[in-house]
């Protein structure tokens, strides 16, 4: 227990550096960081403001009293370099061997991708995380910029990725500052940047809201997931098909709960 909290430890120490990157939240989102939200459990909100993260932000419709079980998180780390599919494997690699440690199945979902962001290259993860109670997806993009590289991690439960790939995709791809460096990244190379360390604290950022929700339940010998399904505990807009919590008998686009 004593080593595992060590290694988290020591995976959330991102060092600070001034910013050249923007960002932008689905649309509805709220950033815990810098936004209060009536009804956000507390812990939640503790985490998103512990200091890891750029942003931690959440779909507010999806949110329970348990936590946000559809969330974005970006964590920036100083350094730059080149994204290659090498240290994509390679970061690949490593985080699915760290994940082991904490008790949790993380698969890579095919190979990591090579895309292009305003004609910089960056690097996109899809993986999935897989707990005794339940399955988080995710969808890593590794951005980097002049001074620092950007790792966002957007997370749902797999049955509700279709519903929300889309806005991942266009989130993602809405930000600024991404540059060409003529390091290589990865391996020590490019500004020393440690590939695995950025893309497990995205990770750990997005299971159960955050690593302190992981540890809650560590201390109970169980390292399982805490994000809860959602899918039976809403309905669906007639007008819209949006997903809307049972709580709320009108949904975003003004149209009634059926009778």
């Known amino acids: 227990m004593t080593r595992t909290l060590f290694l988290i430890a020591a995976l959330v120490a991102l060092p600070a550096v001034a910013?050249?990157?923007?960002?932008?939240?689905?649309?509805?989102?709220?950033?815990?960081?810098?936004?209060?939200?009536?009804?956000?459990?507390?812990?939640?909100?503790?985490?998103?403001?512990?200091?890891?993260?750029?942003?931690?932000a959440a779909d507010p419709d999806a949110m329970t009293p348990l936590g946000a079980p559809v969330n974005m998180n970006v964590v920036e780390q100083a350094g730059s370099g080149k994204v290659t599919k090498e240290a994509m494997e390679e970061a690949a690699s490593g985080m699915r061997a760290q994940f082991e440690k904490l008790g949790i199945d993380a698969t890579i979902l095919g190979e990591p991708q090579l895309q292009q962001l305003d004609g910089v290259p960056i690097g996109v993860l899809d993986s999935t995380l897989t707990a005794p109670n339940g399955k988080l997806r995710l969808r890593q993009y590794f951005i980097p910029g002049e001074k620092k590289v950007a790792v966002l991690t957007y997370a749902c439960s797999p049955d509700a990725y279709d519903e929300y790939r889309n806005l991942f995709e266009v989130s993602a791809r809405a930000t600024k500052g991404a540059r060409k460096t003529s390091g290589l990244g990865g391996g020590g190379d490019g500004g020393g940047i440690d590939w695995t360390r950025a893309f497990v604290v995205g990770a750990l950022g997005a299971v159960g809201g955050g690593a302190l929700g992981l540890l809650l339940q560590m201390k109970k010998k169980k390292a399982v997931l805490v994000a809860p399904r959602v899918v039976a505990s809403m309905w669906e807009c007639a007008t819209c098909k949006?997903?809307?919590?049972?709580?709320?008998?009108?949904?975003?686009?003004?149209?009634?709960r059926p009778g």
């Open 19 to 56: 910013d050249d990157f923007t960002y932008e939240l689905p649309p509805g989102w709220v950033d815990l960081v810098k936004t209060d939200l009536a009804g956000a459990p507390e812990f939640l909100v503790k985490e998103a403001r512990s200091g890891k993260y750029k942003i931690w």
């Open 242 to 256: 949006r997903k809307v919590p049972v709580r709320m008998d009108t949904c975003r686009c003004g149209a009634g």
